[in-house]
């Protein structure tokens, strides 16, 4: 039997790398409205909700909830399978989870802001949403947030690439390079290590250029500030460069010399990958007290340096663009490691065996809460979000109890 599986929501494009691959199940994808940078680095064959009104969403997922076994989650898809009283599984990357939003004044270590500012009540429903999951999924470093609020949590370090994004690449300039080029496409914030990597370039003693994604953080006050001031502050061998859309993006890994990563965090994200899968070696900050482990085995994490200190940067930098040699060792190493950890049939088979499991213990997509408990919820987020007062009382008064 064919396990159908229903996500809501997709950060990164995760889950549609997985879908590709899964040989047990077949997951049906909704992810919410593009806007801003969604519009780059979606996927562009999702199924997408209508608009952005909760009750919208929650309406389309009763609607079709009947056709699915399973529910899978990310981002504010767990809020729309709370609502909709689904039995599912929750996937974190980052933020959701490192400063979560049923936390007061949560917040991430680089930023003196709180990511979210909500009051007791919303607070309340996204702790609800959070424990209603029948598991918490999440890779390295995000598992060490995840651990501290689940006692029903996995952690997955394989991180699967769409190896057919690779196959046909277009190149995207025939101009020949003027000097050694860095692609850095991630964008330009704190949590990303751009402050580092600008007060590295200063210590760097060879002439190279680096092209940025003009990509800023636009969250909170604090974070669209700092990221502003990063790009009015651009370090002399920066340019800025246009979003790029994902499907264009390993053409640009292909033509440039070497990709720099994230340098904050400690731990490698999908940039660092991809640009490695197209042959390129990759900067980014390693923190070896991240464990990651495949099959019971621990492995070591490759990339350099494993400092974020600027000038360790610096000489990173400086090494890579004049030695050929030392490009040739740190690739091949940073290979080795990203096929494996990014081979995408393993990382199929171990969601098919999380789906079978789940439906062997919760039977099926529906969750069976009561009529009165379900429209609680709803009550509950409306209330806590001060939205659609008028449709309150339509909502609740007169109720049915269950038979």
Same mark, same amino acid.
């Given at each position: 039997?064919?396990?159908?599986?229903?996500?809501?929501?997709?950060?990164?494009?995760?889950?549609?790398?997985?879908?590709?691959? %899964?040989?047990?199940?077949?997951?049906?994808?909704?992810?919410?409205?593009?806007?801003?940078?969604?519009?780059?680095?979606? =996927?562009?064959?999702?199924?997408?909700?209508?608009?952005?009104?909760?009750?919208?969403? %929650?309406?389309?997922?009763? $609607?079709?909830?009947?056709?699915?076994?399973? /529910?899978?989650?990310?981002?504010?898809?767990?809020?729309?399978?709370?609502?909709? =009283?689904?039995?599912?599984?929750?996937?974190?990357?980052? &933020?959701?989870?490192?400063?979560?939003?049923?936390?007061?004044?949560?917040?991430?270590?680089?930023?003196?802001?709180?990511?979210?500012?909500?009051?007791? +009540?919303?607070?309340?429903?996204?702790?609800?949403?959070?424990?209603?999951?029948?598991?918490?999924?999440?890779?390295?470093?995000?598992?060490?947030?995840?651990?501290?609020?689940?006692?029903?949590?996995?952690?997955?370090? &394989?991180?699967?690439?769409?190896?057919?994004?690779?196959?046909?690449?277009?190149?995207?300039?025939?101009?020949?390079? $003027?000097?050694?080029?860095?692609?850095?496409?991630?964008?330009?914030?704190?949590?990303?290590?751009?402050?580092?990597?600008?007060?590295?370039?200063?210590?760097?003693?060879?002439?190279?250029?680096?092209?940025?994604?003009?990509?800023?953080?636009?969250?909170?006050?604090?974070?669209?500030?700092?990221?502003? &001031?990063? *790009?009015?502050?651009?370090?002399?061998?920066?340019?800025?460069?246009?979003?790029?859309? *994902?499907?264009?993006?390993?053409?640009?890994?292909?033509?440039?010399?070497? %990709?720099?990563?994230?340098?904050?965090?400690?731990?490698?994200?999908?940039?660092?990958?991809?640009?490695?899968?197209?042959?390129?070696?990759?900067?980014?900050?390693?923190?070896?007290?991240?464990?990651?482990?495949?099959?019971?085995?621990?492995?070591?994490?490759?990339? +350099?340096?494993?400092?974020?200190?600027?000038?360790?940067?610096?000489?990173?930098?400086?090494?890579?663009?004049?030695?050929?040699?030392?490009?040739?060792?740190?690739?091949?190493?940073?290979?080795?490691?990203?096929?494996?950890?990014?081979?995408?049939?393993?990382? /199929?088979?171990?969601? =098919?065996? +999380?789906?079978?499991?789940?439906? *062997?213990?919760?039977?099926?997509?529906?969750?069976?809460?009561?009529?009165?408990? %379900?429209?609680?919820?709803?009550?509950?987020?409306?209330?806590?979000?001060?939205?659609?007062?008028?449709?309150?009382?339509?909502?609740?008064?007169?109720?049915?109890?269950?038979?």
């Amino acid at each position: 039997m064919v396990i159908k599986v229903l996500a809501i929501g997709d950060i990164g494009n995760y889950l549609v790398t997985i879908s590709k691959y %899964v040989k047990k199940s077949k997951i049906h994808i909704i992810n919410f409205v593009k806007d801003g940078t969604g519009k780059f680095t979606y =996927d562009e064959n999702y199924e997408l909700f209508e608009n952005y009104k909760v009750i919208d969403q %929650v309406k389309k997922i009763n $609607e079709i909830k009947k056709n699915y076994d399973l /529910a899978l989650v990310m981002g504010t898809g767990e809020r729309i399978a709370y609502l909709a =009283d689904l039995n599912y599984i929750s996937y974190y990357v980052g &933020r959701d989870i490192d400063a979560p939003r049923f936390i007061k004044n949560s917040k991430e270590p680089w930023y003196k802001e709180p990511l979210h500012k909500l009051n007791f +009540l919303e607070r309340r429903f996204y702790k609800k949403t959070f424990d209603f999951a029948i598991t918490h999924v999440a890779p390295t470093w995000v598992f060490e947030h995840l651990r501290k609020y689940s006692s029903k949590c996995i952690k997955m370090d &394989r991180r699967p690439i769409d190896l057919t994004l690779f196959e046909k690449v277009s190149t995207v300039s025939s101009k020949k390079k $003027e000097k050694f080029t860095f692609f850095c496409p991630q964008r330009m914030s704190i949590s990303k290590g751009t402050d580092i990597l600008w007060k590295a370039l200063r210590y760097c003693k060879t002439d190279f250029k680096i092209l940025q994604v003009d990509w800023r953080d636009t969250g909170t006050d604090e974070e669209n500030k700092t990221s502003l &001031r990063l *790009r009015e502050n651009l370090p002399p061998q920066v340019k800025l460069i246009p979003m790029i859309k *994902r499907k264009d993006m390993p053409s640009y890994y292909y033509w440039a010399d070497a %990709v720099i990563g994230n340098l904050r965090i400690g731990s490698f994200e999908y940039v660092e990958l991809e640009a490695v899968i197209c042959k390129k070696p990759v900067i980014s900050f390693t923190d070896k007290s991240f464990k990651i482990i495949l099959e019971g085995i621990e492995l070591q994490s490759p990339f +350099l340096p494993e400092s974020n200190d600027p000038k360790i940067i610096a000489k990173i930098i400086d090494k890579i663009v004049l030695s050929e040699d030392f490009r040739e060792t740190l690739y091949q190493q940073e290979y080795e490691f990203v096929k494996e950890i990014t081979d995408p049939i393993k990382a /199929a088979e171990w969601w =098919d065996s +999380l789906f079978e499991e789940s439906i *062997r213990k919760f039977g099926s997509i529906n969750r069976k809460s009561s009529t009165i408990s %379900v429209k609680f919820r709803m009550l509950l987020f409306l209330i806590a979000n001060r939205l659609y007062y008028k449709k309150i009382k339509k909502l609740i008064i007169p109720y049915k109890h269950d038979k």
